[in-house]
């Protein structure tokens, strides 16, 4: 168990609210010893030397005075720790989304959705409460109770001694119960990232468990998880109270051991008043930081725990990026695809799975190109390819004859629009959802946009118009008008390059028809690779590619390879992968 997360801590340095922080605590501390001084003389000058109220003014003045001193520090502190875990943790946040937002979207589908959820909501909160309890408090425990020895020592070296050998008692107390609780509170924390992860997937696939009859079956799942994570929970709540059991009677009885000490020598008359009074009303002040310590003790375990899943988030590595000579990416550009292989790498595993093999391909501008084949042939590899999701194991990718690697990724993605087979809508408005694609756009080309996708004057007879919720993933929209959407999307963007993924699956006849019809007008003036699962789609294409096991199997003009080596493929309202 570490009392000091080194990562952690170096964030926490690197912002000056920490020094702030705690030296506002030590001035709350000070003015606490100060306070015990002037009372302890109070105390000594009224009853035991009688002096007059005139001579007391003056002590009781300075006692109110170091009061509403102390008062003052200790509120400052907190709300300067609060401040400071505030800003540290939204730093760290922005940090990870940035992070993430940098990763290929192939690097984030090894991530669960639900995980990544936790880590930036529970996670977070970890992190917020490790930031503004426990790290002051450390710093704290530290300083405060050297300061009461300090002003101890030259007044009582006995009482001195003694709390310098108990005060390391609760430090390694805690490190003894820590070793366990850290462990538990690592378990808690993973068992909350599994259940919010199921439980994610679950509320996003109910409608299809329901269909299939298996709703229940995945709510026993949730109750089993849940179940673990309640009683993990309970474990580290358990670590958690022993851990301050211990450190407060260990505090207790250090303090009385103090006050029987003194009172023994002031009995015998081996020690004065004062100072016997002053040294039994700083001992628990002594011990105050150290029992705090010991009650935030469990949001220094949880913090921990909760960084290094975050930092794992962190060190996700991006996908490189080469430095040197950026070349701007041509306004209407050819693409070529040049040898072109590609793999996957598995799951939990440094082997690569080859998906596509020596593939050539020229996209010039204007051109339609239409990819078929078998499920699993490598026509989603290819596009990822061509979008730069997936960087090639070998051959290359020229824009124009210019390497892709030397293109700017942010430059090569403004000359193209994917359109997927899915609409990946967020559970904004309608607006919202189109103003992804161009956020300055102006009204007339939203409207534009949607008018071009024929979903104009469905937005418009919606009671809410432009600002009615979609709901999670689109959820109150059909198939068709959220794949409409998507089309309005790339309107909007103007994108010379169109990658399209033809919805083949799902939808009615009418609906596909127009969506045929929107698509044809996405396509004017525009190259386009087009993943198609309709014989109709292939018709329209300049030129067929016909992929199988990462293969170029079949390519031609579409009415000669249907006539012939593709002429088993269905007819009209068919699919052909």
Not at 50 to 60: A, C, K, M, V
Not at 277 to 294: D, N, T
Request: glycine share 8%.
């Amino acid at each position: 168990m570490q009392f000091m997360h080194p990562r952690l801590f170096r964030t926490a340095r690197s912002r000056g609210g920490l020094y702030l922080t705690v030296f506002l605590g030590f001035t709350a501390g000070v003015a606490t010893v100060v306070q015990a001084f002037l009372l302890a003389e109070i105390i000594d000058g009224a009853f035991l030397r009688h002096l007059s109220r005139g001579d007391l003014h003056r002590p009781l003045f300075l006692l109110l005075l170091v009061l509403f001193l102390r008062a003052l520090s200790a509120g400052a502190e907190r709300y300067s720790s609060r401040r400071l875990a505030l800003g540290l943790t939204e730093e760290i946040k922005e940090k990870l989304i940035h992070h993430l937002s940098r990763l290929s979207p192939l690097q984030l589908e090894k991530e669960q959705a639900g995980e990544i959820q936790a880590g930036l909501s529970e996670g977070i909160e970890a992190l917020r409460a490790w930031f503004g309890d426990y790290l002051p408090q450390v710093l704290l425990s530290a300083v405060v109770p050297l300061t009461v020895v300090l002003f101890v020592f030259p007044r009582d070296l006995l009482s001195a001694g003694i709390l310098l050998l108990t005060a390391p008692l609760i430090p390694l107390f805690m490190v003894l119960i820590g070793q366990s609780a850290e462990k538990k509170a690592k378990q808690r924390f993973k068992a909350l990232r599994r259940m919010g992860g199921r439980f994610l997937d679950i509320i996003q696939g109910l409608g299809t468990l329901k269909l299939l009859g298996r709703s229940r079956d995945y709510v026993e799942s949730i109750r089993r998880i849940s179940a673990d994570l309640r009683h993990t929970t309970m474990e580290v709540l358990r670590q958690a109270f022993l851990s301050a059991l211990a450190l407060e009677l260990l505090s207790t009885i250090s303090t009385a051991v103090v006050a029987v000490e003194v009172g023994l020598r002031l009995l015998y008359g081996h020690m004065v008043f004062r100072d016997a009074f002053l040294i039994v009303l700083l001992a628990p002040e002594f011990y105050l930081p150290l029992r705090l310590l010991g009650q935030r003790f469990h949001a220094g375990i949880e913090g921990v725990a909760a960084a290094e899943r975050l930092h794992a988030l962190l060190e996700i590595p991006e996908e490189p990026r080469p430095a040197g000579n950026q070349r701007a990416m041509p306004e209407h550009p050819c693409i070529e695809c040049r040898g072109i292989s590609a793999a996957y790498q598995r799951r939990e595993s440094e082997e690569l799975s080859p998906v596509l093999h020596d593939i050539d391909l020229i996209l010039e501008p204007g051109k339609i190109i239409a990819l078929a084949g078998p499920s699993g042939g490598g026509k989603t590899t290819l596009a990822r390819v061509l979008l730069r999701f997936l960087e090639p194991s070998a051959g290359r990718l020229l824009a124009d004859g210019i390497p892709a690697e030397e293109i700017p990724l942010e430059d090569w993605w403004s000359r193209m629009s994917w359109v997927g087979q899915e609409a990946s809508l967020i559970s904004g408005s309608i607006e919202e959802n189109l103003r992804i694609a161009r956020p300055t756009a102006t009204t007339r080309q939203l409207e534009g946009a949607a008018a071009s996708a024929l979903i104009l004057d469905f937005i418009e007879g919606l009671p809410q118009g432009w600002q009615t919720p979609l709901g999670d993933d689109g959820a109150r929209l059909s198939g068709g008008q959220a794949h409409r959407i998507s089309l309005a999307r790339a309107f909007l963007r103007e994108t010379p390059i169109l990658i399209l993924d033809e919805p083949g699956e799902g939808l009615d006849p009418p609906t596909l028809e127009a969506l045929s019809e929107t698509t044809g007008r996405l396509l004017e003036h525009r190259s386009a690779l087009i993943i198609a699962h309709r014989i109709e789609t292939l018709r329209r294409a300049d030129e067929m590619v016909y992929l199988e096991e990462g293969r170029i199997k079949h390519r031609g003009r579409p009415e000669e390879l249907l006539a012939g080596p593709l002429k088993h493929l269905p007819e009209r309202g068919g699919t052909v992968g």
